[in-house]
């Protein structure tokens, strides 16, 4: 029971954070954009640096409204240099983007004379430290961000998985990829501090691609990724406690153990029966 008590927080913020991200992944996944989150994470922890040059306290609102003011900047860009002749990938500029930020950071550091350990910590995490206020202010975010896109779905799906159609229905495609990418801004703001960079990457992809090996309707994909979410959550918390191992390590490492038994049930499966239909 003691276990299960100190689980408790940290399940329930993994579940959290599982909700939001197997969604987003499917977009990400979609566009072919698999590192804006890293990107975006870098350019808030550059926001978070600047807001500490600034002598503004770290853990305070004003450094996160920085920090969020900096990836909707982020944002812009990504959903400004859309191309459609795709001439230039947009993962080249979110790569560049995050070694502008991740460099900028470093200079930034360089001249802080404290609180540097909180930047580490945005970009570690420790899901086990997590409060119940944090918990409670992270569900209600991400229920906020969630009605969002569940009330403009359509739209955001069409975009992310035929972009040219969204284009020919009269859609703003760049107003829309901003609107997306802030909504992914501030999620991403918000659970790496949660969880960390790593942990954060793993909920946002893993679930996706795990969904992908077996399912192509969007619905289908949802349901397996939430599924694996929360069974790696569990799965994941236990085995740190039990033996003692950093949680947010352990659950990526749960994250990649899973897949690969997902892909090699599938291939078991397509051997067994070559002629079954998998994708739904």
Not at 19 to 26: E, K, P, Q, S
Not at 95 to 119: D, P, R, V
Not at 257 to 266: G, I, N, Q, Y
């Amino acid at each position: 029971m003691e276990i299960v008590q100190f689980l408790l927080l940290p399940f329930l913020a993994s579940l959290i954070l599982t909700g939001i991200h197997a969604y987003l992944g499917v977009h990400v996944v979609e566009r072919g954009v698999i590192f804006v989150d890293l990107a975006l994470a870098q350019i808030a922890a550059l926001g978070a640096t600047i807001a500490i040059l600034m002598g503004i306290d770290p853990h305070g609102g004003g450094a996160y409204w920085i920090s969020l003011a900096f990836t909707f900047l982020g944002a812009l860009v990504f959903s400004f240099v859309r191309s459609k002749r795709r001439r230039i990938p947009l993962e080249a500029f979110i790569g560049i983007s995050y070694a502008i930020a991740s460099a900028g950071a470093i200079l930034a550091m360089s001249k802080a004379t404290s609180e540097t350990e909180h930047l580490k910590d945005m970009l570690v995490g420790n899901i086990l430290a997590v409060s119940k206020e944090e918990v409670l202010r992270t569900a209600a975010l991400y229920a906020t961000i969630g009605l969002f896109h569940f009330i403009f779905r359509k739209k955001f799906l069409l975009i992310s998985t035929n972009p040219d159609e969204a284009e020919r229905q009269g859609l703003n495609i760049k107003l829309w990829d901003f609107l997306f990418y802030a909504s992914f801004g501030f999620v991403v703001t918000s659970s790496v501090a949660i969880a960390g960079v790593l942990l954060v990457f793993c909920y946002l992809v893993v679930p996706s691609v795990g969904a992908m090996i077996y399912a192509d309707r969007i619905g289908t994909r949802l349901a397996i990724g939430w599924t694996m979410g929360t069974l790696v959550s569990a799965l994941g918390c236990w085995l740190s406690v039990y033996a003692d191992l950093p949680t947010g390590a352990t659950i990526v490492c749960t994250f990649g153990a899973v897949l690969f038994v997902m892909f090699m049930a599938h291939l078991v499966i397509v051997r067994v029966w070559p002629n079954a239909a998998v994708n739904s």
